[in-house]
């Protein structure tokens, strides 16, 4: 089994900073891209940024230029700077990895639980 468990959310006021980090853990053989999205209330689950093995990025285009991803592979973790918060960002960010397992060698998505940012003043 792998597991995902996210920290560094929270409440933070307009213009403000957070960094989330997420951790994976487990069975793993490989990761191959790592990411974060996140949901708002009322609205579908959507991408915010990913990251390969090798450190390739991809951003929605509404967080370009104020979030960043960055990933240590040693530690099969993924960070998430985020600045210049605004209370359009307020939703629950989710940690994804697609990794490979060890024993049956098999690949597939794996999900954190989730973490709340709140921007609020």
């Known amino acids: 089994q792998v597991q995902l468990v996210e920290s560094g959310g929270g409440l933070v006021q307009p213009g403000g900073s957070l960094r989330l980090s997420c951790a994976a853990s487990?069975?793993?053989?490989?990761?191959?891209?790592m990411g974060w999205y996140r949901q708002a209330p009322g609205k579908q689950r959507e991408l915010v940024a990913q990251i390969s093995s090798g450190g390739s990025t991809n951003y929605a285009d509404s967080m370009k230029g104020r979030f960043t991803i960055s990933r240590d592979n040693a530690k099969n973790t993924v960070y998430l700077q985020m600045n210049s918060l605004s209370p359009d960002d307020t939703a629950v960010y989710y940690c994804?990895?697609?990794?490979?397992?060890?024993?049956?060698?098999?690949?597939?998505?794996?999900w954190g639980q989730g973490t709340q940012v709140t921007v609020s003043s």
């Open positions: 487990g069975s793993i053989l490989s990761i191959y891209t």
């Open positions: 994804h990895a697609d990794v490979v397992v060890v024993v049956s060698r098999t690949r597939r998505d794996y």
